[in-house]
């Protein structure tokens, strides 16, 4: 079963799209104080310099904000720019339009400020209002605020100002249909995911109790035919047919535990010594059907450590040795298994091949489905290769399948290490 990956979710996350919008506007508004501080330079070195004060703290606003300290930068930005058009309104000769660069202002804040602390920066807003519409029909009022400019210029550098915050507002409801736009794709993309797991949850279900019941029902069967005989050697042939159903149910079972541990356990990288790994896993299958009959071949060019999830790798060998045995074929004169082990410089490719009945092309691409099994003489409950996928792609790696009906099946594992 697919869970949604965890990356698609957070953009989904109303405060994260702000976060990100945020980041967005501010390195907007640099490059808007950038084009000011042009326009300034043929200023007083005291405007230039205030310039550069605010392009300044907009670069700390934005370190801030992707360090995840959002309110801080939040709170920053929103001091500065208040900061700037209190000192404009207060500072300008003339009656002017400085104060409307607040509306964008106030905009933008809400746009980027997200669900929480919205009643606080509600009543900031509403001082600053208060105080820039003050300061502009009063305006100069306050007389430790050195006038700055020539009255001439007022107008032009009011244009700019205007012009500059209106661009960023109208930037900053572009970028958050956006960010809305992306997150809307996220949404979609994590319904898709959700019903896919859905589904394959149903099947899951579905097929868990069929293949429990499979056995256990004939189980009982066998008990009753049992109970009824009293020939020794019947007596012994049904106890080994009962040891068998539960041999059976006992692997199934393991099986959805090794399927339940890889999604509910993180990978563990360790060094890994693959030939005793291999060694270990023939070892434990000696006594599989048909396991004495097969001829074990190994290559390996291994010329640097190997760091992979041990406990995960072995399951996977486990898987693929076994089936390599189970559907061996016993026409043959001679059952092969080969086990290769390459390292490339940047890689690692694992290969495992047998000789045996090999699969029929329209089922090749399926094998790897949850439950599937391609031939009536699989023993097995179909969930093996599936397994085998999901445990090579929690660790960043490749699976692929070649394989030639009557000839045989070779896997082909490639890991990123
Ligand atoms: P099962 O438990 O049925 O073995 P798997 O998921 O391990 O389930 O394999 C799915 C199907 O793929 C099997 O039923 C079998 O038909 C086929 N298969 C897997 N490995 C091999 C192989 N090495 N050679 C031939 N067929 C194979």
Known sequence: MNVPPKGTQLLIDYDVRCNTLFSRVILFSTLMMILNLVEDLQDNWIVIVLDLIVIFVFGITYFLNVRNFHLLAKVLYFILISSIIFYFSAATYSRNSVSLTFFPFAAIMILVMGNKNRV????????????????????????????????????????????????????????????????????LQQQEELKKANQELDRFVYSISHDLRAPLASIKGLIQVANLENNQTKLTDYLKHIENRVNKLDDFVKEIIDYSRNTSTQVELTEIDFPSIVQEVIENLKFQDYAGQITFCTNYKITRTIHLDKSRLKIVLNNLISNAIKYADKKKAESIVTIDCQTLPHKTVLTISDNGIGIGEEHAPKIFTMFYRATDQAQGSGLGLYIVKEMIEKMHGQISLETDLGKGTSFRIVFDS
């Open 120 to 187: 606080v920066l509600y009543s900031m807003l509403f001082t600053l209002l208060c105080m820039v519409t003050y300061l502009e029909y009063n305006s100069y009022l306050i007389s430790w605020i050195a006038p700055i400019g020539t009255p001439s210029k007022d107008p032009i550098s009011t244009a700019i100002n205007v012009i500059c915050s209106f661009a960023t507002l109208a930037f900053t409801i572009f970028t958050l249909s956006k960010v809305n736009g992306e997150a809307d794709q996220a949404l």
